[in-house]
């Protein structure tokens, strides 16, 4: 009876232990955070509409209508440096087809802390190829 007693009192402590997602006993709820940004578009963001001429905002002037799919990262984090690898699919549709041509899209990356405090950005350019016709 007294080898039991040491048994119960550990599988009682080890019941007591937190997990990730678990209601603590303040009454928070316990979480274990990495250092790799998350990675996402934010809203009205994803998406892009070139014009042709480009100073005209008509419907009749719609030449490409674009969005940024499958956004997805790859954070490394084993070394000191935390490293995120970004890959996203971009589909990209063309209202004239007069002439096949490749097309640039423009995007932007940034890495916010806390919200609201921009530490990086990057502004490049993404080649569709020859977008779908309409």
Do not use: W
């Not at 940004?37 to 009749?60: C, K, R, Y």
């Not at 084993?78 to 490293?83: K, L, M, S, V």
Request: proline share 5%; glycine share 8%; hydrophobic share 45%.
């Amino acid at each position: 009876m007294k080898s039991a007693l040491p048994i119960a009192a550990a599988a009682l402590l080890l019941a007591g232990c937190a997990r990730t997602g678990e209601i603590d006993a303040s009454g928070g709820i316990s979480a274990v955070r990495s250092a790799c940004p998350i990675v996402g578009v934010p809203a009205g963001t994803g998406d892009v509409t070139l014009f042709d001429p480009p100073t005209s905002q008509a419907d009749s002037a719609v030449d490409v209508v674009a969005n940024m799919t499958e956004v997805r990262g790859t954070c490394a984090d084993t070394t000191g440096d935390i490293a995120t690898t970004v890959t996203f699919a971009v589909q990209a549709r063309r209202t004239r087809y007069e002439a096949a041509r490749d097309v640039q899209l423009p995007y932007y990356i940034a890495i916010v802390r806390g919200g609201s405090n921009v530490v990086a950005k990057k502004i490049g350019s993404v080649a569709s190829a020859r977008p779908t016709v309409a």
